[in-house]
């Protein structure tokens, strides 16, 4: 069974740190692709950063970058997703996402997590 459990997620203030957690099962973290994306309510998801499968290139959005960083944890099969400088535009569910290739779109990614709640105060 194909799986991505998010966790971190929580309520934060601005100008603070959060790390994000994704929990991979063995078929997801093998992925050529994994990825972070985010949600507000009334609005599309969107591409937040992605990491190809040997952790050799890295892709952030503008609105995250030098904020943010994507790794992964081999040996726990987790994907994590740290940023810094936190915003309140920066409040949204975060996603974590497997696919067979890089993209700052949706429709690549095969699998999705059920999302973790972070929110920024001002």
């Known amino acids: 069974q194909v799986q991505l459990v998010e966790s971190g997620g929580g309520l934060v203030q601005a100008g603070g740190s959060l790390t994000l957690s994704c929990a991979a099962s063995?078929?997801?973290?093998?992925?050529?692709?994994m990825a972070w994306f985010r949600q507000v309510p009334g609005k599309a998801r969107e591409f937040v950063a992605a990491l190809n499968w040997s952790g050799g290139s890295e892709w952030f959005a503008d609105s995250v970058k030098g904020r943010a960083t994507i790794s992964r944890d081999n040996a726990k099969k987790t994907l994590l997703l740290q940023m810094n400088g936190l915003k309140p535009e920066d409040t949204a569910v975060y996603y974590c996402?497997?696919?067979?290739?890089?993209?700052?779109?949706?429709?690549?990614?095969?699998?999705w997590g059920q999302g973790t709640q972070v929110t920024v105060s001002s």
């Open positions: 063995e078929r997801a973290f093998n992925s050529p692709a």
């Open positions: 996402a497997a696919g067979p290739q890089v993209s700052v779109l949706r429709e690549p990614y095969d699998y």
